[in-house]
């Protein structure tokens, strides 16, 4: 399998540089919790992104260990 790149733009929502430094394999798994995200847990992501700035760690998010959790990735 070749690795592509994966289109986080499409998401409309700002990516950590974290996230774009990430192993191919867990950027894909942050693209898939983005995408799978409802309107309150984008609005979270976005007020706690905003808050934070650059200490701002996705896979040390509640919601993501949550959806991790949910998901048995």
């Known amino acids: 399998m070749t690795e592509t790149t994966i289109q986080f733009e499409e998401l409309g929502l700002p990516i950590p540089d974290l996230v774009m430094k990430s192993p191919y394999a867990k950027q894909c798994e ?3 919790y983005l ?3 409802g309107a309150v ?3 979270a992501y976005l007020i ?3 808050h ?3 200490s701002f760690n996705i ?3 509640n919601g993501y ?4 959790k949910k998901s048995n990735i």
């Open 52 to 54: 934070l700035g650059s």
């Open 65 to 68: 260990k949550e959806w991790k």
């Open 48 to 50: 706690a992104k905003e």
């Open 59 to 61: 896979c040390k998010s």
């Open 35 to 37: 995408k799978n995200m």
């Open 30 to 32: 942050i693209y898939n």
């Open 41 to 43: 847990e984008k609005k």
